[in-house]
């Protein structure tokens, strides 16, 4: 039996086994370390929902548009318990017919900055924009009669404008329409309060924009805006024809929505970002008119336009087609450490493999104990990068956390393996991996490229170094010799 224990501490495939088990237990610590760093950022996206409930969220911005409110009045028989006509009875409804411009063009800037929750650091912007554009005529014919000979009156039209959230309004914005200044409010009478748009802001039509409209002519405004959000701006394209361009130093944004910019130019100094969406592409305006009738789709226009302002919307603006721009964290700590920790066994297997590699050809003993305080320090450099992210730019925190767990592991090495250079050629290898990774986070779009590449020529390497050693020689152990004492002269 002692000699089998003997046989199996010598073997080189059981000390290859037990470094296997070792890796496999070394994922303990590094799971752990992954589930830090998902609550740390599951911590981040709640400072950012606090922050969003506090001060200003993602913003939608729909409008402005036009809504014209309208009575419907028609006659009805009048009839008594037996369903005999008796007399009539006047009915009526109240209804709302809503405008889109036919062009508008939104020129904005996006002033970055950042709000902080803690050690949590949240982007927000600020946009100045100008909105510009023009109402056709108004047509009365375009109403349809929901009733027979029923006769339509209608009232003072008011523009209507919604963003997402208005504490994000910063003051009131500056509408000029056909040359008549006019001024916004919360609340327009007559104006259900289940209405989606009664959650925005509306500028009843006066003055000589109102004079222009009573006689059909054509109206053109023109709207200064202010609107602080949390680091998505969304803009629903309602026109029959929608430019836009934003501007803004931030040099990292993000593009979505259901249109993508025409064309952007993005530099270190920010981007420059440009739309132009025609209401053929965009079932945005029936989307909205589904919204003011309260349907849960828009496949009759024609019918949606005559619904019942009183009937219950889909007030939830959030499922509109619009173009997005997001201005964008350039390195999320939090998914940059747990991409690192995906390389985590490979990066240990590496690092005992080469510790192995070294007590064969050196002919040196390496205690399991060894290689597990080896591999305990690189599962720390994992949580240290964590840690240190949180303070400073990722790249520092990786080159301080890289640095020490080289330090740590040269000095280790230096007298593990008998002699310094031994130890500084380890490290270099280790800082070599320590390289590598940061090349593979570095490159997101490459990553699976590089790391394939990576284990490859590593294996390669090895398999090269090795293609001539004697496997059997390296396991033989040489039998320690106990020393014969000299005989002393005269015994």
């Not at 760093?37 to 969003?52: K, T, Y």
């Not at 803009?235 to 040099?251: H, K, N, V």
């Not at 828009?298 to 939830?316: E, G, K, L, V």
Request: proline share 5%; hydrophobic share 50%.
């Amino acid at each position: 039996m002692l000699q089998f224990l003997k046989a199996l501490q010598a073997s080189v495939l059981a000390k290859v086994a037990g470094l296997f088990f070792l890796v496999l237990l070394l994922c303990i610590p590094l799971a752990e370390i992954d589930s830090i760093n998902r609550e740390r950022g599951e911590s981040q996206r709640e400072a950012a929902q606090e922050l969003a409930a506090t001060y200003a969220s993602r913003q939608t911005m729909v409008g402005p548009l036009l809504l014209v409110p309208y009575v419907e009045r028609w006659m009805e028989p009048l009839r008594d318990a037996q369903g005999k006509v008796i007399g009539q009875e006047q009915r009526s409804k109240e209804m709302a017919h809503v405008v889109f411009p036919d062009k508008l063009h939104i020129d904005g800037s996006m002033t970055p900055q950042e709000r902080y929750r803690g050690i949590f650091k949240i982007p927000f912007y600020t946009l100045n924009a100008t909105l510009t554009g023009g109402f056709a005529a108004f047509d009365p014919r375009v109403l349809p009669h929901s009733e027979t000979d029923s006769k339509i009156e209608f009232k003072a039209p008011f523009v209507a404008f919604n963003v997402s959230d208005l504490r994000g309004l910063d003051g009131s914005p500056a509408l000029v329409m056909g040359g008549e200044a006019l001024r916004f409010k919360q609340r327009v009478p007559g104006i259900a309060d289940d209405a989606w748009f009664a959650d925005g802001i509306h500028a009843p039509v006066t003055g000589a924009a109102l004079a222009a409209w009573q006689a059909n002519a054509p109206l053109t405004f023109e709207m200064k805006l202010g609107l602080v959000g949390q680091d998505t701006l969304a803009i629903a394209p309602i026109a029959e024809e929608t430019t836009a361009r934003l501007t803004s130093p931030w040099a990292h944004p993000s593009f979505g929505g259901r249109f993508l910019a025409a064309q952007r130019n993005v530099t270190p100094q920010g981007f420059d970002a440009q739309w132009r969406i025609s209401s053929l592409v965009t079932s945005a305006r029936e989307q909205v008119r589904a919204g003011l009738s309260g349907r849960g789709d828009a496949s009759d226009a024609a019918a949606a336009a005559a619904t019942a302002s009183s009937a219950r919307p889909q007030r939830n603006l959030g499922t509109l087609q619009t173009f997005d721009v997001s201005l964008a964290q350039p390195i999320n700590v939090y998914s940059m450490s747990t991409r690192a920790g995906k390389y985590g066994m490979l990066f240990i297997g590496l690092v005992l493999m080469a510790a192995f590699m070294f007590e064969l050809f050196r002919k040196l003993r390496l205690h399991p104990i060894q290689y597990g305080l080896v591999g305990l320090s690189i599962a720390l450099f994992f949580l240290l990068l964590l840690a240190l992210s949180e303070k400073f730019a990722f790249w520092i925190a990786y080159a301080s956390a890289a640095s020490a767990s080289v330090a740590l592991l040269a000095v280790y090495f230096s007298a593990v393996l008998g002699g310094w250079r031994r130890g500084l050629s380890f490290g270099a290898f280790i800082a070599l991996l320590y390289g590598a990774l940061y090349g593979l986070l570095a490159s997101e779009s490459n990553a699976l490229l590089l790391g394939a590449l990576l284990i490859f020529g590593m294996l390669a390497t090895l398999m090269l170094v090795t293609r001539k050693v004697d496997w059997y020689a390296l396991s033989r152990r040489v039998e320690p010799t106990v020393p014969v004492a000299p005989i002393a002269q005269g015994a």
